[in-house]
């Protein structure tokens, strides 16, 4: 039947971009990757499986001409409906078969315009002529609503393909953002960490330059009193020597006073004597006369 693949196909929204694959980025970039993978699994499992309702569906109306199974499968389609807004997981179901099983729909985009949307496709479909009770196609002729009866599934099916993308983008979107913005902060720890490592070289830099300054201050300290206490002890030495010649020149002084007043001793002693000989002398010969 013409246009059985009609909103089967992903359609890609402009200007949305997507994670690159080939790089090896840190952790929180690997989940970013690993759940858009699984949201690209999820999708292709929903479209498989969808296509397989409606061909199903489309096998199994001309058989039993039974409009109550495809009132069934409208029923199913609008609890999978409902469990796309409440239970974040679409279940699509024809008889036994399970479509999709725990589609994870974030809890920001519980509220998004999948009812909106299908509440306007119901009312164009009420406009053509089609009733909203449960025997909506009981009408006259069952080909006319068999038709319009798909029609309003792959309308359906379509819309929910539409809106699954909207909602992947959006995850996407967010991740991206959420992935930029710990770039950023990382590049801002990053730089402010670079600021403060540069600032600790400059002081160690600084402080190594100073301690070299202060040590050889006072290397040249210590030698300039190396060299005092040396002069100090050349000095001492010279004046020790002076000393020992000042008392050897006063020793010998001494003796030189010692010999002088023997000398004087003997010459007022001989002065004397000569005095008493004299007198001696004198004596005699007035003692002759």
Same mark, same amino acid.
């Given at each position: ?15 949305? $971009?997507? $994670?690159?694959?080939?790089?090896? $980025? ?31 569906? *489309? ?61 306007? @496709? ?28 798909? /029609? ?5 099916? !379509? ?23 710990? #770039? ?30 202060? /040590? #050889? ?11 005092? @206490? ?9 004046? *020790? ?24 001793? !003997? ?23």
């Amino acid at each position: 039947m013409a246009g059985r693949n009609l909103g089967l196909r992903r359609r890609s929204v402009p200007g949305t $971009p997507l $994670p690159p694959r080939g790089q090896k $980025p840190a952790t929180p970039r690997q989940d970013l990757l690993a759940r858009e993978e699984e949201y690209k699994r999820l999708n292709a499992e929903l479209e498989a499986k969808t296509a397989d309702l409606v061909r199903q569906a *489309e096998e199994v109306i001309p058989k039993t001409k039974n409009i109550g199974s495809v009132n069934k499968v409208q029923n199913k389609l609008h609890s999978a409906n409902k469990g796309i807004k409440t239970n974040s997981s679409v279940k699509l179901k024809y008889s036994d078969i399970q479509i999709a099983d725990d589609v994870a729909i974030p809890e920001d985009f519980s509220d998004f315009s999948l009812s909106k949307t299908i509440s306007k @496709i119901e009312g164009q479909l009420e406009e053509e002529g089609l009733p909203e009770d449960d025997d909506i196609f009981s009408g006259v002729s069952k080909d006319i609503g068999t038709e319009a009866q798909i /029609r309003f599934l792959k309308a359906k099916l !379509h819309v929910m393909q539409e809106e699954l993308d909207n909602v992947v983008c959006e995850c996407n979107k967010k991740e991206l953002e959420n992935k930029r913005r710990l #770039q950023k902060q990382a590049a801002s720890t990053q730089s402010t960490t670079e600021v403060r490592l540069n600032r600790a070289l400059e002081e160690a830099e600084k402080y190594k330059l100073e301690l070299s300054k202060l /040590r #050889q201050n006072n290397k040249d300290i210590a030698n300039e009193e190396h060299k005092k @206490i040396e002069m100090l002890k050349s000095e001492n030495k010279k004046l *020790e020597k002076q000393k020992g010649e000042l008392i050897i020149g006063f020793k010998k002084q001494l003796k030189l006073i010692d010999v002088l007043k023997r000398q004087k001793m !003997h010459i007022e002693a001989a002065k004397m004597l000569s005095f008493t000989e004299e007198e001696f002398m004198k004596a005699l010969e007035w003692g002759n006369s």
